[in-house]
C-alpha cells in the first residue's frame, strides 16, 4: 500500500530513487498512511511505482534500521507498531535538546535568518492551503536549518533522526489542523528571538513549540485497538 500523496510525485531521477522512495515512504508511515501491521514488499513496491527492486530494497533497509519497519523472513518488511512510552520517550529527548539548541542560539544571537524565515513563510502558505505533506516537509527544513546554526553536526543528526521516527497520527485530525495554524506565529517568533534575545521566553517557546503536539499524537496512539489512522 502507497498512498495517493505518495503515487502523486512522479520519480525521474535514477540517481535519487532510493532517496525519494526513502521519504515518500517514511512520511507515509509516520503520518500513519500506511499503517502498523502493514506489510511492504520489495516487488509489489517496485510495480507500483514503477521502478527497479534495488532503490526500493535499500529505501526499505535503512526505514528499518531507522526502526520504522521489521524485517520478516521471505515476506518484506512490517510496519512496526509504535507504543506511547516510545512516544513520549522521543518527546522528552527531542525537548532537552532543541530546547538546548535554540536558547545557546539566542545568547549568541544570529544575523542571518533569511533562509529560516522563507521556510516559516512556506509552512504558513502550507498552512494556509491545509497541504500537510507541505507543512511536514517546511517544518523538517526549518528545524534543521534552525538546528543546524548550533553547530553541532551531531546533535542535528541525532534530533532529525528522531523527528523522522515519531509517528504523527492525527496530524490530520481538527486538534492536529488547529495545532499546525497555532504553530505559523511560533516559528516566526523563534526567528525573532534569535535576533531580539530573551533565553527564558526561548526555553518557554521551544518547550510550546514541541510539547503541544505529544497530546494529539498521543491521543491518537493510545486509541482502542492501537495506534488509529489519521481522518
Not at 517514511?26 to 500506511?34: K, M, N, P, W
Not at 529560516?116 to 505533506?133: E, F
Request: hydrophobic share 45%; proline share 5%; glycine share 8%.
Amino acid at each position: 500500500m502507497v498512498s495517493q500523496q505518495t503515487d502523486a510525485a512522479p520519480m525521474t531521477s535514477e540517481a535519487n530513487l532510493r532517496e525519494q522512495v526513502q521519504q515518500r515512504l517514511r512520511l507515509d508511515i509516520v503520518s500513519g498512511e500506511i499503517g502498523p501491521g502493514t506489510i511492504l514488499s520489495v516487488p509489489g513496491l517496485a510495480r507500483t511505482l514503477g521502478i527497479s527492486t534495488t532503490p526500493v530494497r535499500e529505501a526499505l533497509l535503512q526505514l528499518s534500521g531507522d526502526g520504522l519497519l521489521q524485517p520478516l523472513r521471505n515476506r518484506g518488511f512490517c510496519v512496526v507498531q509504535p507504543t506511547l512510552e516510545d512516544l513520549r520517550n522521543l518527546f522528552e529527548v527531542r525537548l532537552q535538546l532543541e530546547t538546548s539548541a535554540f536558547v545557546k542560539l539566542v545568547r549568541s544571537g544570529l544575523a542571518d535568518v533569511a533562509e529560516l524565515t522563507r521556510q516559516a513563510d512556506a509552512i504558513a502558505r502550507a498552512v494556509h492551503t491545509r497541504d500537510v505533506p507541505l507543512y511536514l516537509a517546511a517544518d523538517r527544513a526549518f528545524h534543521r536549518e534552525l538546528l543546524s546554526r548550533a553547530g553541532n553536526a551531531v546533535l542535528t543528526g541525532i534530533v532529525m533522526r528522531l523527528r523522522d521516527t515519531m509517528r504523527l497520527y492525527g496530524i490530520n485530525s481538527p486538534a492536529g489542523l488547529a495545532r499546525q495554524e497555532e504553530s505559523v506565529p511560533e516559528h516566526y517568533r523563534i526567528v525573532a528571538l534569535l535576533q531580539q534575545g530573551g533565553e527564558a521566553e526561548a526555553a518557554a517557546l521551544m518547550h510550546k513549540h514541541i510539547m503541544d503536539w505529544e497530546p494529539i499524537f498521543s491521543e491518537y496512539l493510545g486509541s482502542p485497538g492501537g495506534a488509529a489512522i489519521p481522518a
